[in-house]
Every structure is written in structure tokens, then in C-alpha cells.
């Protein structure tokens, strides 16, 4: 079985100041894929960043990066000069050996200006 | 390209109707999947569909529960009898399988209340 934890329901960040979304992972699948995902107030999910579970190097997709440690099972997302516009939830999601997301319960960020 | 979408994008039922749910992926994608998300929740999985065969429906909920795919491509999410807990946002994502990091994309879902 899979499980994503997500600790922190709601977070509020001064614009243009770096924030870190906490992830924490549980798996008995030796190769997997993390992924974050954002959901604006509109709803549509939208793809942000993927880790997999052999990648050596942390990824990293313009102002987004993903603090891979394989050791502590956790896959945190920064952000980094936030911007007004990064006011959604945010949810962590892991594939494993069957191709389906297992998600977390989310985070709501608010940036503040 | 075109992106997933879905149909209708809201729907409102009475307790104890039949409702349809459908999903167009994005074209050339092999896998297929439904997620649930009920209020303030993250999503739940249902249903995936490699192809017009599916190997997990491990998260549909109950037997009221059913969803077909036909020509690799358009699927049908059908859920009899509904009740007041089937109410939620319904969400279709479509993934390719070769290669890369299988990241699913997601259409608009649809929402789903029962009176």
C-alpha cells in the first residue's frame, strides 16, 4: 500500500518570499514517481514537477523544486519568489507499481501581498 | 493540442437516478484513469483503463459503480442508484505509457450533486 502525508492544511507566504510545501511518502515499491500537482479555485488540476525514485539530481521546472530525500522517504516542494498567482492547493501524488496516483490530502497556500 | 475533457462539466440528480460521466482523452493516450474528489478532499481513485481493458478497479466504491472505454479512447463513468454521498467532483486524467515520466493530465471534472 501507498500513502502521501501532506502536514500542513494551510499556509499564508509574503509575496516574493520562498515557500516549502511538506510531503512525506510510504512505500514498498522500489521504483516509483513523485509528482506534485497545483489546483487553482477554477479546479483544474495542473502538473507542476515529478521526481523518480532513481533520479539522482532533484528536479527542478523554472521557480518550482522538489527537495528529494530517498533516506527520509520525503518529497518537498519549493517555490521560490513567490507570486500571487501561486494561491492554490497543492497536492503531492505518488506512483508506484500499478500506474494509478495515490494523493495527499493537500495544502492551501495563500500568498499575501 | 486538445486536453482532456469531460461532459457535462455539472450535473444535478435526484437520489436514486442513473447518471453518465464522460471522458475524451487526449488523443494517443493509452491509459485512462477516474478519480473522485469529494469537498475540501484530496482525490480518490476509481477506476484505469490501459487500453479498452481495466486491470485496476480496485477503488470504485460499490457495485453502483461501473465505467467502460471503447476504441482505446472515449470513456464512460455510469453510476446507478445515486446517493447523497456519491456527490463530488469527478475527475478524468489521461497518461501516454512509453517512455518518460507517465505524467497524467487531467480534464476539467465534473460535478456531481444529488438531491
Known amino acids: 500500500a501507498q500513502k502521501i502525508t501532506q502536514t500542513q492544511p494551510g499556509m499564508f507566504v509574503q509575496e516574493k518570499e520562498a515557500v516549502t510545501l511538506d510531503c512525506t511518502y510510504d512505500?514498498?515499491?522500489?521504483?516509483?514517481?513523485l509528482f506534485w500537482y497545483k489546483q487553482p479555485s477554477s479546479g483544474e488540476m495542473i502538473f507542476l514537477i515529478y521526481?523518480?525514485?532513481?533520479?539522482?539530481q532533484n528536479a527542478t521546472e523554472g521557480r518550482y523544486s522538489l527537495n528529494f530525500q530517498k533516506a527520509r522517504k520525503s518529497a518537498n516542494l519549493v517555490i521560490s519568489a513567490s507570486q500571487l498567482g501561486d494561491s492554490a492547493m497543492y497536492f503531492c501524488?505518488?506512483?508506484?507499481?500499478?500506474?494509478?496516483?495515490?494523493f495527499g490530502t493537500g495544502t492551501r497556500l495563500t500568498i499575501i501581498p | 493540442g486538445a486536453g482532456v475533457s469531460q461532459s457535462p462539466s455539472n450535473k444535478v440528480t435526484e437520489k436514486g437516478k442513473d447518471v453518465e460521466l464522460r471522458c475524451d482523452p487526449i488523443?494517443?493516450?493509452?491509459?485512462l484513469y477516474w478519480y473522485r474528489q469529494s469537498l475540501g478532499q484530496g482525490l480518490e481513485f476509481l477506476i484505469y483503463?490501459?487500453?479498452?481493458?481495466?486491470?485496476?478497479k480496485s477503488g470504485l466504491p460499490s457495485d453502483r459503480f461501473s465505467a467502460e472505454r471503447t476504441g482505446g479512447s472515449v470513456s464512460t463513468l455510469t453510476i446507478q442508484r445515486t446517493q447523497q454521498e456519491d456527490s463530488a467532483v469527478y475527475l478524468c486524467?489521461?497518461?501516454?505509457?512509453?517512455?518518460?515520466?507517465?505524467?497524467?493530465?487531467f480534464g476539467p471534472g465534473t460535478r456531481l450533486t444529488v438531491t
Open positions: 521526481q523518480g525514485s532513481y533520479d539522482e
Open positions: 512505500t514498498s515499491d522500489q521504483s516509483y514517481g
Open positions: 501524488a505518488m506512483r508506484g507499481s500499478t500506474w494509478k496516483l495515490t
Open positions: 483503463f490501459q487500453g479498452n481493458s481495466a486491470p485496476d
Open positions: 486524467a489521461s497518461s501516454p505509457i512509453e517512455g518518460g515520466t507517465y505524467e497524467q493530465y
Open positions: 488523443s494517443g493516450h493509452t491509459a
